[in-house]
């Protein structure tokens, strides 16, 4: 995933990366690619050089999931693929499986997107609210009473929000626009994978 083409800052290529997947969607395939939502996915990764070695685990942790997947794209072609093998081998929520890999990829998504949200809501210098809220939102209920006291403990030592858009080298203007490409476009690959599993009368509380 090294060499993604660069047309312009690394935020506007994530944007334009779920916009990709995004408009698969809307042209009616709705069987999307695993080695295509595996790098889209991997976009990410632009973030966690901004966010300080307290992060550290949550870019192992995210980076070491879109990995396998996108090994697994080399035995299976498509998300469907995936889902329905664990379906017929019960392995969906099996610690390792593909489909728990992808479920929390999905949280990771989500985390992204609650946090552009609140990051374009408010205007305090310090992202400690915006990142905990968005936390709070969408990976908190799943995690763990030891990693969600880790976190809160990592959200001290958060860049500003000034830090990040120097970081990320965006302006007011820029970043409001990039992020909200990125929260429209991932809301509709995060519906189509909630849809993945509730579709197969998967649950979504875990
Ligand atoms: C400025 C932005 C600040 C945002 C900070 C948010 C940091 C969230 C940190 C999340 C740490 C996740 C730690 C590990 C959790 C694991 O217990 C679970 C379960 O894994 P399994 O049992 O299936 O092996 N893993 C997950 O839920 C994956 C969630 C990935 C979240 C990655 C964060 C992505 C992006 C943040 C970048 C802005």
């Known amino acids: 995933f090294k060499d993604a083409p660069c047309s312009g800052t690394s935020l506007a290529t994530l944007a334009e990366g779920f916009e990709d997947l995004a408009r698969k969607l809307e042209s009616g395939d709705d069987d999307l690619r695993l080695d295509a939502f595996s790098y889209a996915c991997s976009l990410v990764s632009v973030l966690f050089g901004c966010l300080g070695i307290a992060f550290k685990f949550a870019e192992i942790e995210y980076v070491s999931k879109v990995d396998e997947l996108y090994e697994a794209s080399k035995t299976y072609d498509t998300l469907k693929n995936v889902l329905d093998y664990d379906v017929e081998q019960d392995t969906v929520k099996k610690p390792g499986s593909h489909s728990r890999h992808l479920r929390r ?8 997107k609650a946090l552009f949200k609140q990051f374009l809501l408010s205007n305090d210098n310090s992202l400690r609210e915006a990142a905990s809220t968005a936390y ?71």
Not at 105 to 112: A, F, H, N, T
Not at 184 to 201: E, G, P, V
């Open 105 to 112: 990829v999905r949280l990771g998504l989500d985390l992204i």
């Open 136 to 206: 709070a939102q969408t990976c908190a209920p799943f995690h763990p009473w030891a990693v969600r006291k880790a976190v809160g403990a990592g959200m001290y030592a958060l860049p500003t929000r000034e830090q990040l858009m120097l970081n990320l080298n965006e302006t007011d203007d820029s970043i409001q626009k990039e992020m909200t490409r990125y929260i429209i476009a991932s809301s509709s690959i995060i519906d189509y994978i909630d849809n993945l599993y509730t579709s197969r009368n998967i649950s979504l509380d875990w």
